[in-house]
């Protein structure tokens, strides 16, 4: 139960966080005029919309109260499990997503200035290294959670049920 919470309180923020990219990025996009910026809206909105319908999905699974011991440890164990390729994979439904829209808006706005000489290409490079630097911190920390977290209390539950089943 503890573990659901902080998961819950987890994707909680990270929705939050995607609805207010998608709302402040599709605001700028339509004060600016600015395509891209309806790119990066849309990710968020993916992003968004992901957690949640993964969050339902997983409640679905949840074991019910009067399950057995072995079937609740087997359901948490699912849970983990789940959460572990959540975040091993969170380049793909997360990062790639939101990458892509920030490379195309800060190529478009390159592509605009590109006789504005050699001040917006720089800007471009380094706007992309502190995305790309951004985006490996986040990976990481999503790494060291399940190597820290996630995979001790998977070794534990499987401990756990293999104990049940003797």
Same mark, same amino acid.
């Given at each position: 139960?503890? +573990? ?97 829209? +920030? ?15 050699? +001040? ?47």
């Amino acid at each position: 139960r503890a +573990m659901e919470r902080s998961l819950v309180g987890r994707d909680l923020v990270e929705v939050v966080a995607a609805a207010f990219v998608t709302l402040f990025f599709g605001y700028s996009a339509k004060s600016q005029n600015e395509w891209s910026m309806y790119v990066i809206a849309l990710c968020g909105l993916f992003v968004g919309v992901f957690l949640v319908v993964d969050r339902t999905i997983q409640r679905r699974r949840r074991p019910v109260s009067d399950d057995s011991l072995q079937a609740c440890i087997q359901a948490s164990l699912v849970q983990v499990n789940h959460q572990i390729w959540l975040l091993r994979n969170i380049v793909w439904w997360y990062l790639l997503p939101l990458a892509v829209g +920030m490379v195309l808006l800060h190529g478009s706005r390159a592509w605009k200035a590109r006789d504005a000489g050699l +001040m917006p290409q720089i800007g471009l490079v380094i706007a992309v290294l502190v995305c790309l630097l951004l985006f490996w911190g986040v990976y990481w920390l999503n790494q060291q959670a399940v190597k820290n977290s996630f995979e001790p209390r998977r070794q534990e539950l499987e401990s756990l049920l293999a104990s049940l089943k003797q």
